[in-house]
């Protein structure tokens, strides 16, 4: 087995919480486990769970659904059941450095190419040390479901788009520009009680958990989300009874919100009766008109939305319904970068939530290598089109640590979203988007104040923030550094 290099000091995120970033899921599926009379919503707000409208049954396989994960030689023998289970699909997570060399030593050929910035081929040896190595400087732990898994190429997987979001090549890695923060959205200064930010005036965010099904290596919230790494020691969002009343009584209290994002982490990872517990709890707030549940799920496990003998997709579409009927809106905000995350697996998770009323809409994030062009911008966009899922925002990547190389400058961006224009209907272009660094929030790419391509800081402001220093403050973008012309190692 390979011997890893241990490298790089650890950044600190405030409220250290250590290695307990796992913590808060389990917390909630120990002490929220059932629907607790004290919290089991009111005849004044939302009536008793009921049963879906109708009995939903996928079609039959057909000659076109392949079972593709077979050609990894380690599910070669599992079956399209076990498959499409997510019993199997959790039990067969791999979420530490030694169980992914592991996998790499049985699907990695003898040779591979190298990155196509190097070109060259390189043996299995020194593509793992050099994932390895990358793990090590990484601010994201490893975690990655099978279905992902399942869909790189391994016969190439240093330029293959889906392995680029979730693994590290130390060789590829670019240093950290100077202006970078851990938490660059400043997103814990927003926060009026633990784990929601409020920074727009109608709309909050509801940190629910810190645990996602797969660790994207751009994470927006590597200060909190996952385990810790050599790079950072995580602030858990760790989540007991009384945070999520001191939550809810924020919520309530304040007559202008009306808009809640349920996220994290990733609410993949709220146990069923959780995610139904706040959705009622949420529909039940005279003030809240509307809410969304962020997953990845549907990218990266959407078996799930399949597995008849699972209870979370029966939750989410009870509170979609509950929401209708209380003249209200839900949405499940998804989060796919790329069409080869696309089966027909995803088509089907797709059509049951589309039978089933839930209204999905995408955010995608822009990334060198991945999807930094207009062809496979294009046809991530039809793709989700055609499965009823709206193309809501592409978002410029956040400044976070040891993520430079997947960065691109503001001008690509910008270029895409032009090029669009024309080749789609016009309520399927994505809203092209920058999360302002220092607090800023979302702010088209187009309305920058400047943009200075060869020092690459670009400005913006924000009429929509009122108070906390933010009326009237300027926020500054800065592309991505040059990356290094050497070769690799």
């Not at 390189?122 to 793992?128: A, G, I, K, L, V």
């Amino acid at each position: 087995m390979l011997s890893c290099i241990h490298q790089g000091p650890r950044l600190a995120a405030r409220s250290v919480g250590g290695r307990k970033a796992l913590g808060g899921a389990h917390f909630l599926a120990r002490r929220l486990s059932t629907h607790d009379a004290r919290y089991a919503p009111t005849s004044e707000t939302v009536a008793e769970p009921s049963a879906p409208s109708f009995a939903w049954s996928p079609p039959p396989l057909t000659q076109a659904e392949d079972e593709f994960w077979r050609a990894i030689p380690l599910w070669s023998e599992v079956s399209s059941a076990d498959f499409l289970s997510w019993r199997w699909s959790i039990g067969n997570v791999v979420e530490t450095k030694r169980r992914l060399l592991n996998f790499l030593e049985a699907v990695v050929p003898a040779e591979v190419p190298r990155d196509n910035a190097f070109g060259g081929i390189q043996s299995r040896d020194e593509f793992m040390a050099d994932v390895c190595r990358g793990i090590d400087k990484s601010a994201m732990s490893v975690r990655m479901m099978p279905y992902v898994l399942s869909r790189i190429n391994w016969q190439d997987p240093a330029n293959d788009p889906i392995f680029r979001q979730f693994l590290m090549l130390e060789s590829v890695m670019i240093d950290d520009h100077p202006k970078l923060r851990l938490d660059p959205l400043d997103e814990q200064k927003d926060e009026p009680v633990p784990n929601l930010v409020h920074r727009y005036p109608d709309k909050a965010l509801f940190l629910a958990t810190s645990v996602c099904p797969t660790n994207c290596v751009f994470c927006t919230r590597s200060y909190g989300v996952g385990a810790s790494t050599q790079l950072v020691t995580k602030k858990s969002f760790t989540l007991s009874r009384a945070k999520m009343e001191a939550v809810f009584k924020y919520i309530e209290s304040q007559e202008g919100l009306h808009d809640i994002v349920v996220s994290g982490g990733d609410s993949y990872y709220l146990s069923p009766n959780i995610l139904e517990w706040i959705g009622d709890r949420l529909i039940g707030m005279k003030n809240i008109e509307r809410f969304r549940i962020a997953s990845k799920g549907l990218a990266i496990a959407p078996s799930r939305f399949l597995d008849k003998a699972d209870p979370w997709t029966d939750a989410l579409v009870r509170v979609a319904e509950k929401a209708r009927r209380a003249g209200k809106h839900m949405a499940l905000h998804t989060h796919f970068n790329h069409p080869n995350e696309i089966s027909w697996i995803t088509e089907r998770a797709s059509l049951r939530l589309q039978q089933s009323g839930v209204m999905v809409r995408n955010q995608t994030v822009l990334l060198r290598g991945v999807n930094d062009n207009v062809d496979t911008m294009l046809s991530l966009i039809r793709k989700l089109a055609k499965m009823a899922i709206h193309p809501y925002y592409v978002y410029q990547c956040d400044m976070v640590p040891a993520v430079e190389h997947l960065r691109t400058p503001l001008q690509t961006i910008l270029d895409i979203e032009a090029q669009l224009q024309g080749e789609i209907a016009g309520f399927d272009i994505p809203k092209f988007v920058v999360d302002l660094p220092g607090g800023g929030g979302k702010r088209p790419a187009y309305l920058h104040e400047s943009y200075d391509r060869e020092t690459g800081v670009s400005t913006f402001t924000q009429p929509a923030l009122k108070g906390r220093s933010k009326e009237g403050r300027t926020y500054r973008y800065y592309d991505p550094v040059k990356p290094r012309q050497d070769s690799a190692v």
